[in-house]
């Protein structure tokens, strides 16, 4: 297949040029359209079914534009309220249409003349989303759905001040790699006490979503939001057992690797005792990895580092680029993270990061620049429910492009030793960033499992988790209370509940990807190319298949990849 960067905005057929997404009264007229459109022939349900594409596309792009613009300014009210508008006052009134629309699909006689092969993953998903559905949780969705974004809210209004100056949590982090051991932890006790200071309000947000959350599965038929979770997130191919065993396999082959990385920044800084705020830091005389100094540069040599590697990437970030579907810099009243934002209309996506000048906004921008080549390689698809990929691929596209472009960092590392140490670091966060997938994910399961908790028994029950995936080698005493609130910088908790063990999982396909790479560069890229254009077509094992993979993350594959990771650092 010839791949082009140069996509175009969707052609309307169904929906008028012109149309924006205002008001449910003008929206509300094609879904009923739809709804009441008899389907007498196979071309009439192919025709329905691109129509209906036609009109998701349109309106999950404007949702996802609303997300966009608010979180580039949370300050802004006009756009926190036409974001809520839309979760409040569209949204809800779509749902009961989209649960008509999935029946009269699933019940039309019409259904088996489709291509069964080519439509298993949307059908499925179409009968997922009928057996989930309920009335009484759409006004329970909308209200969860604004409560989310109150998080975004108050992690971008937290700021610290270093020398006089202020500087948001993400700039402040610089710090943390300086080799002024003072300085070190005077920031990070000074951007856990401005965490802490919001304690209570991030512990009574979590407690109100945990409880609104529990009344959606138990008023679906679940015990519990874990299990009504899997379903939602289209899990098919596996379940909470192979989570609990994923936990294990960390703690028992990836721990073990954490605690040598420790020790031996520990010798290397020539320390006594290893603290929280010396893991990041570089030793006397070695000054911290900058590979950029503001956003346009870190865009400007990731475009360079993916035009190494194949043009095709580097056309995809040109192309956002030209649209202005970027927004990179770190700014005071900007919400935390970094994320890829698919826009189904348009098909170049919007990239949206913090970036502050450190080495890890070079791995947050190729895994970013990795969601977009998905987004990109996905669009000549069909229906827009045809790129709907799981997200345990979506995050081998992501976490793929950070080991393959590590060969062309010289762009941001001209210095052959600078170099070095990137990849060093990156290959240590490889190991490092395991523990912490297993801590977020085992909490989640015993947060939904005992609904009922209230936070003194939630806090100890962090501590558990943390304390059981913690090094040995990091000497934790005294920090106790930073500790307890820890789990609040992790926003997929507030916002995309159960959304963090793909990580571990995809992560251990980037590494099978990477062997390849190692092995035969152009038919590891071929073979990730292949994979990512056939976006949510087909089952998740399946989709490994086609990038060469085995969909498995059991102990004994997590002790085979790790070990490969551990080699090929020593080789440096």
């Not at 329970?140 to 971008?156: K, L, M, T």
């Not at 979503?209 to 038929?221: E, K």
């Not at 999982?505 to 560069?521: D, T, V, Y």
């Not at 976006?535 to 102990?555: C, I, N, W």
Request: hydrophobic letters at 35%; aromatic letters at 12%; proline letters at 4%.
């Amino acid at each position: 297949m010839n791949y082009t960067a140069d996509i175009k905005k969707i052609d309307r057929h169904y929906v008028p040029k012109d149309f924006h997404v205002t008001t449910w009264e003008s929206l509300e007229p094609f879904f009923k359209e739809l709804v009441e459109r008899p389907i007498d022939t196979k071309p009439d349900l192919e025709k329905w079914l691109l129509d209906m594409s036609e009109l998701e596309a349109i309106v999950t792009e404007d949702a996802c534009w609303r997300h966009v613009r608010m979180t580039c300014d949370t300050e802004n009210k006009a756009l926190e309220e036409a974001f809520n508008y839309f979760y409040l006052e569209i949204q809800p009134k779509i749902q009961p249409y989209a649960d008509r629309l999935n029946r009269k699909l699933i019940e039309s006689p019409l259904i088996t003349s489709l291509d069964q092969k080519k439509y298993f993953t949307y059908l499925r998903s179409v009968k997922k989303s009928i057996d989930l559905f309920r009335e009484k949780n759409i006004p329970i969705q909308a209200e969860i759905s604004v409560i989310q974004q109150q998080y975004g809210v108050i992690a971008g209004k937290m700021t610290v001040e270093v020398n006089g100056r202020e500087y948001t949590m993400q700039q402040a982090s610089k710090f943390l790699e300086s080799h002024d051991r003072t300085l070190r932890e005077s920031v990070y006790r000074k951007m856990n006490e401005r965490r802490a200071q919001d304690k209570e309000i991030l512990n009574e947000l979590y407690s109100k979503l945990i409880s609104l959350r529990h009344q959606i599965a138990q008023n679906a038929g679940f015990q519990n939001y874990r299990d009504y979770k899997f379903v939602e997130m289209g899990r098919f191919d596996y379940k909470k057992e192979d989570c609990y065993n994923f936990h294990e396999g960390v703690r028992k082959y990836v721990l073990p690797l954490v605690d040598e990385l420790n020790r031996r920044k520990r010798e290397k800084l020539k320390l006594d005792t290893l603290k929280p705020w010396d893991t990041e830091a570089e030793a006397e005389g070695v000054k911290p990895l900058e590979p950029f100094k503001t956003g346009s540069e870190l865009l400007q040599k990731s475009i360079s580092c993916f035009a190494e590697l194949r043009p095709f990437f580097a056309d995809c970030l040109a192309k956002m680029d030209q649209l202005h579907h970027l927004d990179l810099d770190s700014r005071k009243g900007k919400a935390p993270g970094g994320y890829n934002m698919p826009l189904a209309e348009s098909g170049a996506p919007f990239i949206f990061m913090n970036a502050a000048g450190q080495m890890h906004d070079v791995t947050t921008m190729v895994h970013e620049g990795g969601h977009a080549v998905h987004s990109f390689l996905a669009h000549h698809l069909e229906l827009n429910a045809f790129k709907d990929y799981p997200m345990e691929i979506a995050e081998v596209a992501s976490m793929s492009m950070e080991l393959f472009t590590m060969d062309y960092w010289n762009t941001f590392f001209p210095n052959h030793d600078d170099l070095q140490r990137a990849k060093e670091h990156q290959l240590e966060r490889v190991i490092t960033i395991m523990p912490w997938i297993a801590t977020i994910d085992k909490f989640q399961h015993w947060v939904y499992e005992n609904p009922n908790h209230n936070v003194g028994e939630r806090t100890e029950k962090w501590m558990e988790i943390l304390n059981e995936f913690a090094s040995n080698e990091i000497d934790f005493s005294g920090l106790d209370d930073y500790r307890k609130i820890g789990w609040q910088k992790q926003l997929h908790l507030f916002e995309v509940p159960f959304y963090y063990i793909e990580y571990g999982i995809a992560q251990l396909g980037a590494i099978g990807l990477w062997k390849q790479f190692k092995e035969n560069k152009e038919k590891a890229l071929d073979n990730y190319m292949n994979a990512l254009s056939l976006g949510g077509t087909k089952p998740l094992p399946e989709l490994y298949e086609a990038a060469g993979l085995k969909f498995d993350f059991s102990p004994a594959y997590i002790k085979e990849l790790m070990e490969f990771v551990h080699d090929e650092m020593s080789k440096l």
